[in-house]
């Protein structure tokens, strides 16, 4: 199995929930959203931002490899992978509640 491409995007919305990143099986992308990102990088710098695309990247990897996973399973994969924290995540949900598309 080859490697997706990986794509920094805006993904807009889920419902009223800012979207972190999403698998495109159909074109093997993974895409992370932009927004989320920015607000990561003005919140806690460039670090924490890179550290945040690696966690999405290997959120939507362990999902692309493992279809049928929960997505616990997945957050506790890519946290391992990433070193993101538990107190890192709790910033991201209030980014993205903040973000353009939090707030939509």
């Known amino acids: 199995m080859n490697e997706p491409r ?3 995007v805006d993904l807009g ?18 895409r992370v959203n932009a927004r989320i990102v920015e607000c990561m990088h003005a919140a806690r710098g460039a670090a924490e931002a890179a550290r945040f695309v690696a966690c999405a990247i290997a ?16 957050r506790r994969y890519a946290a391992a ?3 993101l924290d538990s107190d890192c995540e709790q910033l991201l949900l209030r980014a993205a509640a903040q973000s353009p598309a939090g707030r939509q």
Do not use: N
């Open 81 to 83: 992978v990433s070193g």
């Open 13 to 30: 919305t889920w419902g009223a929930a800012a979207l972190f990143a999403e698998y495109d099986p159909e074109d093997d992308v993974i």
């Open 6 to 8: 990986v794509e920094i």
């Open 59 to 74: 959120h939507e990897r362990y999902h692309r490899t493992y279809p049928s996973a929960s997505e616990e399973g997945a």
